[in-house]
């Protein structure tokens, strides 16, 4: 079986900061992870993933995240959020063996000016 | 290369009609994924096809929904009878037989069921 934690329903941060989106997941193999972001009435864009080779995965806009095998994390970093990085952020894992992607449910992450 | 097409966009049914909500794969994936979203959740994974191939149905529900990928065409999810509490957004996702590489997916059906 295979899952995805997302703690926080929403995250918010003024222009400028720091923004982390939190995840863990749990998996019976070695994990395939990914974080995708939704906007409004969109489908879902992919952010980056973490497949093997270095923790510390960059990704599109300035996005990274690190994973980290044992806290079962894949954290969702950016050093300085912007007002159009406000939308709603998933977390998805596989197992490597398998096709199927587990989401989270969700981190709604409102930067405000 | 287009990306992930799913139509129609949005699809208004009275109870009790049927759903056809149709999705064509990148060029030159050979695995689609259909996800449900509800209103202010996230995403449920509902079933997996490859051509010809239903992977895995775990998330499906036991009666009205299926889902076919033909070998030739898009793939088909189908809603029977469609009740009130199928309204929501379906998003069909393609991946290529590469395991490294990320599921890419179409811009959803919205589903409303008066």
């Known amino acids: 079986a295979q899952s995805v934690a997302q703690p926080e329903d929403q995250v918010n941060v003024a222009e400028g900061n720091p923004l982390t989106v939190k995840c863990t997941y749990s998996v019976s193999g070695n994990p395939y992870l990914f974080w995708y972001v939704q906007y409004p009435n969109r489908g879902l864009q992919f952010l980056l993933k973490?497949?093997?080779?270095?923790?510390l995965v960059k990704g599109s806009y300035g996005f990274e995240a690190e994973f980290n095998k044992s806290q079962t994390s894949f954290h969702l970093k950016k050093p300085s959020a912007l007002v159009s990085d406000s939308a709603l952020y998933f977390c998805?894992?596989?197992?490597?063996?398998?096709?199927?992607?587990?989401f989270g449910a969700g981190t709604t992450v409102t930067v405000r000016a | 290369n287009a990306g992930v097409m799913q139509n129609p966009r949005h699809l208004v049914r009275r109870r009790g009609q049927e759903a056809r909500l149709r999705c064509s794969p990148m060029k030159g994936h050979s695995h689609v994924y259909w996800y449900r979203q509800l209103p202010e959740e996230g995403l449920k994974f509902m079933v997996y096809l490859q051509k010809e191939n239903i992977i895995d149905e775990s998330g499906m529900p036991k009666e009205r929904f299926s889902a076919e990928f033909p070998k030739e065409g898009p793939s088909i999810l189908r809603i029977q009878q469609v009740v009130r509490g199928d309204s929501a957004a379906y998003f069909c996702a393609s991946s290529p037989t590469d395991g490294n590489t990320e599921a890419f997916f179409g811009q959803g059906t919205r589903l409303t069921v008066v």
């Open positions: 973490y497949i093997t080779g270095d923790n």
């Open positions: 998805a894992v596989r197992d490597r063996r398998v096709y199927k992607l587990s």
